[in-house]
């Protein structure tokens, strides 16, 4: 089959359900990832004859695309601030909002962390595809970069992610709504350490949508990823960043940064949070889209 006629059959068939720009993406991310094959390349070479177990691969792509299979857990990885990063269905899929949080940290800290005699120590709670802390420790190359999470199944996956490109993180099992120094006794040996804090940074981005707010998503993520890694009650949306914020007040260095991505709906709430557990010039940002999506403390 030529590729020009796959194609008019991938818009035929999910036009409806996706839109026609959406189904563009998907078809030439399907190509480049199994044919190797630039979507220029296929522009110039509209004729180009796919073999039949070629064929058959995208039609197998066109039926999980029917049935609204994310495309990230289709072709098994996705990109991030420039990255490659293996995802599954027990992480969720990195998201542009958070590229904008990495974004913010790496420009806050890559030109303070120069010429600084000591390590940053960076904590990433919550890790998932590890795609937060794998990219802060490629841009932050000097900083000593260790990542939580509670799920065995994204530890592993993180792990692999960080080995493919190529850094140097130390992955701890545990649950962030009951983290405990001894899970990270291995970063700081000595009593004074240990006293003065752990940590330079610590991130996270932890569950965060109201079930309340379910009608509002997509049913291409409501029926496949990970329900652990985004829902919480309607009675307590903030569990994870009141745990969080506890331990980051023990935890972080005199002048340490605590970072969140957030609801777009409690972004004062957080503001609050911050506030009164001591947090100093809380910082509330807005993504691209103009929503309030990620908040900074900084400790006394």
Known sequence: MKANDLNNIFHDQLDALYGKEEVSSFFY???EHHLKIARIQLLLEPEFTLTKNETDVFFSILEDLKQQKPIQYILGETE???LTFKVNENVLIPRPETEELVDWIIKCHAERSRGVKKATTILDIGTGSGCIAITLAKHLPEAKV???DISESALKIAQENAEANNVNIQFVKGDALNLVDKDFCSIGKDISQRQEGLFDIIVSNPPYVRKLEKQEMKLNVLDNEPHLALFVENENPLVFYKAISDFAVNN?????????EINQYLGNEMKDLLTHKGFENVELRKDLSGNDRMVKGIKK
Do not use: K, M, N
Not at 252 to 258: D, F, I, K, Y
């Open 29 to 31: 991310l399907s190509i």
């Open 146 to 148: 260790f990542a939580v």
């Open 252 to 260: 972080l260095r005199e002048s340490g940064a605590l970072y969140f």
């Open 80 to 82: 991030f601030y420039g």
